[in-house]
């Protein structure tokens, strides 16, 4: 059994939750638009003085991996290549 008039003051709560959590995830978007804004300059500042952005992007990935799984996926790349008379 609920107490009369309690319906509303939970309601309310969980109202002003859902609204905090929606807030804090725009938030959160409005800062990773700026992060990627920034990120897409850096790419252009690297373009601008003469290195390949494609390659920049490429050792960004690399350099994320693990060491192990890096060596697996180039181990298996060199595979790749060879049976295709790559290299």
């Keep these: 059994m609920t107490i009369p008039g309690t319906e509303r003051v939970e309601h309310r709560s ?10 804090r995830v725009e938030r959160l978007e409005d800062e990773k638009k700026g992060i990627s804004d920034d990120i897409r300059d850096v790419y252009n500042e690297l373009k601008a003085v003469g290195y390949d952005v494609k390659i920049a992007r490429q050792i960004v990935r690399i ?5 192990d799984d890096r060596r697996e996926m180039e181990s298996l790349l060199d595979t790749y290549k060879s049976a295709l008379g790559i290299d």
């Design 14 to 23: 969980v109202d002003d939750r859902l609204r905090l959590l929606i807030e």
């Design 63 to 67: 350099r994320k991996m693990k060491p």
